[in-house]
Nanobody
Framework: QVQLVESGGGLVQAGGSLRLSCAASGRTLGRYVMGWFRQAPEKEREFVGGIIWSGGNTVYANSVKGRFTFFRDTDKNTVYLQMNSLKPEETAVYHC???????????????????WGQGTQVTVSS
């Protein structure tokens, strides 16, 4: 069992930055991949990116490449999502998720993730 708690959301002006945190507890993350998804009201859930905990390998959605970056702190069991140059259309609830993955594959399919945080609201104003 893994518990995930997101934090760091808030209101930011277009072009601004936020750093989201996802703190994990309950189980080691050594064989897990961590994914980030976002969902705006009445829109489909969207894959943002993912990171392999053990090696730090990352995958980003094309829409965020060059602007979003994952970091991890192994001592704190925390993954950070640094979001720069935010756009109003990126207003959404952001969730972190986790899944066991011995092969270290980062999937974009939200149904493949077993554990989810409660979400944190990101609002980008224009």
């Amino acid at each position: 069992q893994v518990q995930l708690v997101e934090s760091g959301g808030g209101l930011v002006q277009a072009g601004g930055s936020l750093r989201l945190s996802c703190a994990a507890s309950g189980r080691t993350l050594g064989r897990y991949v961590m994914g980030w998804f976002r969902q705006a009201p009445e829109k489909e859930r969207e894959f943002v990116g993912g990171i392999i905990w053990s090696g730090g390998n990352t995958v980003y959605a094309n829409s965020v490449k060059g602007r979003f970056t994952f970091f991890r702190d192994t001592d704190k069991n925390t993954v950070y999502l640094q979001m720069n140059s935010l756009k109003p259309e990126e207003t959404a609830v952001y969730h972190c998720a986790a899944r066991a993955s011995t092969l270290g594959v980062i999937t974009t399919d939200s149904s493949r993730y077993d554990y989810w945080g409660q979400g944190t609201q990101v609002t980008v104003s224009s």
